[in-house]
């Protein structure tokens, strides 16, 4: 079993930066393949981006790539989402997952992830 627990949304202009943390109990994150998701209000869940189990090969969707970036601290069981050049319509409850499954496939599909946080709240204002 693995606890997740993200921190560090909040409010921030638009342009602005926040940094995202998932901090991991019970298994180390390496172990799993990692992602963040989000939904935004009146939106359905969508994926933003994923780091693989056996090499850390990232994985992001369009609307974030070159503005987001995706780590992981196995001395801290951490995994980040770094967030440049915030937008308004990147405002959304965001989600840390882990995916238990036995594949070296990164999955987009939140119905592939098993364990999920509570989720944390980004707004960016204009």
């Known amino acids: 079993q693995v606890q997740l627990v993200e921190s560090g949304g909040g409010l921030v202009q638009a342009g602005g930066s926040l940094r995202l943390s998932c901090a991991a109990s019970g298994r180390t994150v390496s172990n799993y393949h990692m992602a963040w998701f989000r939904q935004g209000p009146g939106k359905e869940r969508e994926f933003v981006a994923a780091?693989?189990?056996?090499?850390?090969?990232?994985y992001y969707a369009n609307s974030v790539k070159g503005r987001f970036t995706i780590s992981r601290d196995k001395l801290r069981n951490t995994v980040a989402l770094q967030m440049n050049s915030l937008k308004p319509e990147d405002t959304a409850v965001y989600s840390c997952a882990a995916d238990v499954r036995y594949t070296v496939f990164v999955s987009t599909a939140a119905s592939d992830y098993k364990y999920w946080g509570q989720g944390t709240q980004v707004t960016v204002s204009s």
């Open positions: 780091i693989r189990r056996s090499d850390g090969r990232t």
